[in-house]
């Protein structure tokens, strides 16, 4: 039971390039959803979604892209990259049935530099 | 508006003195109301959650929904406390994040 796993765990990327942030969970959790981490502003939420097939915006949407094909995966895509997107970003998920925050289980986060 | 507020960035003092965090938030409706924590540079754990009213690691919160607040206490602070801490509410569908506080303990 590896819990959430992401990939890559560093990424450097020139200005313009696009990339995908993968997230896996195998703990078959229905709700899945992307942060960024900044010094001084938290955690905002990107996208989430509750289920294959389903995904919604978050605070911060702009300049990424997801999609949700299976349970498993929410791939986070970065559609032509900027500076300001120069981050962490951690992926979440949690069953369904439960409330907001109960049962959140984090990855162990991507760091993402855009030059 | 939901929002969650802790209004310092860092938090700094000595082995065994108190420690309060502070959080406040607003929301319309009932809250539930989380506090995380991540130790340097690693995945963000639960740490309290109000509905539990339970303590761990000897760190408790109550929630004052008139002053809308949910502070994170420890009568002793330890340096392994030393981390960040977010205070979170948990609305449909999403988990909104203050935006944190560093606790440094120093020996």
């Known amino acids: 039971n590896a819990g959430v796993t992401q990939t890559p765990k560093f990424q450097v990327l020139k200005t313009g390039q696009s990339m995908t942030l993968q997230c896996a969970q195998d703990m078959n959790h229905e709700y899945m959803s992307w942060y960024r981490q900044d010094p001084g502003m938290g955690l905002r939420l990107i996208h989430y979604s509750v289920g294959a097939g389903i995904t919604d915006q978050g605070e911060v949407p702009n300049g990424y892209n997801v999609s949700r094909s299976t349970t498993e995966d929410f791939p986070l895509r970065l559609l032509s990259a900027a500076p300001s997107q120069t981050s962490v970003y951690f992926c979440a998920s949690r069953p369904t049935g439960q409330g907001e925050g109960y049962g959140y289980t984090f990855g162990s986060g991507t760091r993402l530099t855009v030059v | 508006a939901q929002r969650v507020t802790q209004p310092e960035k860092l938090l700094s003092v000595f082995k065994g003195a108190p420690v309060e965090l502070k959080c406040n938030y607003s929301y319309s409706g009932s809250p539930e109301l989380f506090w995380y924590v991540q130790y340097s540079r690693q995945r963000l754990q639960l740490l309290l959650r109000h509905i539990s009213r339970e303590s761990i690691k000897g760190f408790t919160a109550d929630l004052n929904k008139g002053e809308t607040s949910f502070h994170l206490k420890k009568p002793f602070a330890q340096e392994e406390d030393s981390a960040m801490y977010y205070c979170?509410?948990?609305?449909?569908?999403?988990?909104?994040f203050g935006q944190g506080t560093e606790l440094s303990v120093k020996p």
């Open positions: 979170a509410l948990g609305t449909r569908r999403k988990l909104i």
